[in-house]
């Protein structure tokens, strides 16, 4: 059997080709069999550029129905697709596409010149309709393109971790590890060719690319394509829609749209969110005005999906569920041994979802991987008593105050429940005493006064003074990535000489 993910979906859309796929506000409606030609179309022409089964293909480009089309034809085509943010720049291509080597880079049309400077090994095409274009020579083409014969292992894409220690890793992602997750999460999340789904995320990320699309495609289901979130036009198109995946960002900003009600997700069935963190009030408010619980799950780049709150049964705030079904999730002390209930540990996964390693860095896979296969996923975490996971922090974030341990989740739920506040980021800055001093960052609602020594006096009341922060900065808004992520080093790096 071709283990190729594109035979797999086209297996799953066939008998509806005739169906819409895409429907693009103010723009057209791409029907299955169309994204199937133009994919097809696209793989010959690549085919025709010198493109052979496991060359790469960088893309960086606006999200676009064509951008998954491309993904897809490389998939097709038996290309290692390597989607880039679009907000990289010069210093970090350079990077990509040195340890990548491209056979095709595609970009958009004004860094065209600066891209085949940068790589003149590489053939550099923009993918728009213009002349010599991708989309141009692609419409010479033929529109069929049986999908290469592939094996479970052969690679499907590399996706660069983005990096915030050291060095970006590119995760290799074979057509197993996509298909096993998709197929699981179909099935976990109930998709069905009624559904619709309303796609506001970026699509050079595991969550907008895999987890989403992947879901639409092997259900036969439709998608509302954005090409990027903005609050007022969600609310305009939900109506239309039964499914949202977001990031927490989506729903804080949501929720900041007093029009935002449950009248306005009349027609959803289910709002899934993860990438980072869903502050339990946020959960909570979404759920008071909306009715509707939002279902959270944890994964990463080099697993995809790993654990869920369940469709049906319990969704629990601050929990991100339990193991996905053929997901082996541990959460080990020190010494490696399994942790009981409500004790910290390191999260380790294994699964046909997990990685087959890092591109070009065979050492980092005896690091990363234990001796019996699991992947440590750098995460830190606890069983709660029902059996569901929590996520503590990264273990990178782990404080170490005068040689005592402070989880920074801890801290910041005891903050963001005082009053006043929105959020926080609690982080270990370099001190000579201590040798990291707790520090938090906290946002406070416009008009609210608690000021630092308040709010170092209440916490000492509630919790260990080793745990308490030593320094309280007052901010309008925390920086985040594009994913919804607190970018911690930022903010070390900003707090670390105040
Ligand atoms: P990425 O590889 O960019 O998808 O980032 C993966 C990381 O995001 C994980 O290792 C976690 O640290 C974090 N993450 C993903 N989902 C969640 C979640 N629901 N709650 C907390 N952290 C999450």
Redesign the pocket.
Known sequence: MNANLYALLRDHFAEDAEQPCLLIPGGPVIHYDDLDATSARIANALSAAGCRPGDRVAVQTEKCWQSLALYLACLRAGLVYLPLNTGYQKSELEYFFADAEPTVIVCQPDAAESTAALRPQSTVLTLDGAAGTLLDRAADQRDSFEPISSMPDDLATIVY??GTTGRSKG?MLSHRNLASNALTLVEQWGFTRGDVLLHALPVY???GLFVACHCALLSGSRMLWLPKFDAAEVIGLLPHATVMMGVPTFYTRLLADPSFDANVCRSMRLFV??????LPETFESFRARTGHAVL???????TGMNTANPLAGERIPGS?GLPLPGVSVRIVDGDARACGPETVGAIEVKGPNVFGGYWRMPEKMREEFTADGYFK???MGEWLPNGYMK?V??AKDLIITGGLNVYPAEIEEKINALPGVVESAVIGVPDPDFGEAVTAVVVIRPGDALNESELISVLKADIASFKVPKRVHMVADLPRNA?G?VQKNVLRAMYSSK
């Open positions: 971790t983005s995760a990320h595991v969550h969110s993860g990438s980072a963190p869903l959270e799950r944890y994964g990463m780049t080099e991100v996923t750098g995460d996520i922090g990264r994913m992520k």
